[in-house]
């Protein structure tokens, strides 16, 4: 049966244990956090997206899940969440935070008019959420050098952000510590 991921969005960040709401589940030998490589998913009902100028655009995500989710491949398969305002706070955080190493991000989103899914890689930049208004704004460039071919107001979102590994350095802390 095929997995149909709706209304969820990625963002990258760093896990913080007083911030995890899930603990680690997985069949892997240990839950050891160090030299995990997470992927991060967020979601949104809805979007849209506006030219800022020729290599960078202004992505607006509406009605954000307050969660983002992530999860580690094997051996270890964590899965936990982290509430998004935290991921977004720790942007910057760390000598090589998303800052520092803006992340890819592949994003799927419904097109309404056309009656499809469009897909994007993209790097992510300059994170702004507003927890009241339930909106998560990113400022967006095409990853290598391709054009950012997205409707300009769009459904159901989903983000896909890539790994960051954890070395040890205190940067990824497991949701139970």
């Known amino acids: 049966m095929p997995l149909l ?11 913080w244990p007083e ?8 069949t892997g030998n240990s839950n050891n956090m160090t030299g995990a490589k997470f992927l991060f998913i967020q979601g949104a009902q809805s979007g849209s997206v506006t ?17 983002t989710i992530l999860f580690s491949d094997r051996p270890d398969r964590i ?3 982290i509430d ?9 955080t760390g ?8 992340p890819n991000v592949a994003l799927v989103v419904d097109d309404e008019v056309e009656q499809r899914q469009d ?16 909106t998560l704004k990113y400022d967006i460039t095409a990853e290598n050098a391709t054009s950012i071919d997205l409707p300009d107001e769009f459904g159901l ?14 940067k990824w802390f497991h949701p139970t510590d």
Do not use: R
């Open 157 to 170: 979102t989903t983000m896909i952000i890539d790994m960051k590994i954890n070395t040890g350095g205190g």
């Open 95 to 102: 000598p090589d935070s998303f800052a520092v190493d803006p």
């Open 5 to 15: 991921l709706t209304g969820i969005i990625a963002v990258p960040t760093l896990l």
């Open 19 to 26: 911030t995890a709401t899930a603990t680690p589940t997985g």
């Open 51 to 67: 030219e800022v100028n020729a290599t960078t655009s202004t992505l607006e995500l509406n009605n954000v899940s307050d969660k």
């Open 84 to 92: 998004t305002a935290d991921f977004i706070g720790n942007w910057s």
């Open 119 to 134: 897909l994007a890689v993209l790097e992510l930049f300059n994170p702004e959420y507003d927890s009241e208004a339930n």
């Open 79 to 81: 899965v936990a969440s």
